[in-house]
C-alpha cells in the first residue's frame, strides 16, 4: 500500500520517499507519493524522481490493474528505475499540477451552477467539461457564468473531511456521478467540501481557497444524446 501524500497536502512540490517495489516492466512503487495516478477524470501528474544512481524522468502514474491502494511510477522510456529500499526525492511537474488543482476545483463548482446528475468529465490544464443529463441548455448562460464567477471570488474555503462506508452509502445524494462511483471497500471515503456551497465525495487534488481558481469562462455546450450535454469550461 502507497501512502497518497497528496491526499492531505497537494501543495507538496517534494517528498523524499523509499523504493518498495520494481515492476516487472520497470514501474517504480514507492512507500509514499506526492504523484496522482490518473482516475476520475484527472490526468496523472509528470515530474521525476532524483535517486544516486540518477535522475528518472516519470511519464504515467497509474493504479496497477485497477487497485486503487497502490501507484506505479513509469519511467520515460530508456530510463533504469531505482533499485528496491533505495532512498529516492520526487520532484513534481508544479505548473501543471497546480493548473489541474484549479480546473478540478472550478468543475465542482460548475456542477453546482449546472445541478443535474454529472455524467462524465474530463479536467484538463487549460480547459475542463462535464457532461450532464439535462435536457435543454440553460437560457441565461450569462448569468450562470457569473454566478460561477461569484463563487470563486467569495473566498470560499476547499477543504476534506472523511466518512465511513456506511455513512457513505446511507446519504447517496452526495454523489453527482451516475456513472463514476466513489471508492468503497477500505472502510471510509474522501469528501470534500467548498464552503457551504458544496460537498461531495472525491480523490482528487484541488486548491485550498476558490480565489486561487481565477476567472472563468463557460465554452461550448455540446449534445451528446437524447439529454446528455457536454459543457466546456475555460480559465478567463
Not at 18 to 38: H, P, Q
Not at 210 to 236: C, S
Request: charged share 25%; aromatic share 6%.
Amino acid at each position: 500500500m502507497t501512502e497518497f501524500v497528496f491526499r492531505a497536502d497537494s501543495y507538496l512540490r517534494t517528498l523524499d520517499a523509499v523504493v518498495s517495489e520494481v515492476t516487472l516492466d520497470g514501474g517504480i512503487v514507492l512507500d509514499r507519493t506526492i504523484f496522482y495516478a490518473a482516475s476520475g477524470g484527472q490526468p496523472n501528474d509528470l515530474g521525476r524522481i532524483l535517486a544516486d544512481s540518477g535522475t528518472v524522468e516519470i511519464a504515467n502514474v497509474v493504479h496497477p490493474e485497477g487497485d486503487k491502494t497502490r501507484i506505479v511510477h513509469v519511467p520515460a522510456e530508456g530510463a533504469a528505475p531505482p533499485s528496491v529500499g533505495d532512498r529516492v526525492t520526487l520532484e513534481l511537474d508544479w505548473d501543471r499540477r497546480y493548473r489541474l488543482m484549479r480546473m478540478h476545483t472550478a468543475l465542482h463548482l460548475l456542477s453546482v451552477v449546472l445541478p443535474f446528475p454529472v455524467t462524465g468529465g474530463s479536467i484538463g490544464e487549460d480547459k475542463g467539461r462535464l457532461d450532464f443529463d439535462m435536457p435543454e441548455v440553460p437560457a441565461d448562460l450569462a448569468a450562470l457564468e457569473a454566478q460561477l464567477n461569484d463563487m470563486v471570488s467569495a473566498n470560499h474555503a476547499v477543504s476534506q473531511q472523511w466518512i465511513t462506508d456506511a455513512e457513505m452509502a446511507a446519504n447517496p445524494g452526495l454523489i453527482k456521478t451516475m456513472k463514476v462511483k466513489p471508492p468503497m471497500g477500505q472502510g471510509r471515503v474522501r469528501l470534500i467540501r467548498i464552503g457551504d456551497v458544496d460537498l461531495q465525495p472525491c480523490g482528487g487534488t484541488h486548491v485550498r481557497n476558490t480565489f486561487e481558481i481565477g476567472p472563468l469562462k463557460i465554452g461550448k455546450i455540446e449534445k451528446k444524446g437524447a439529454q446528455n450535454r457536454r459543457v466546456a469550461l475555460l480559465f478567463g
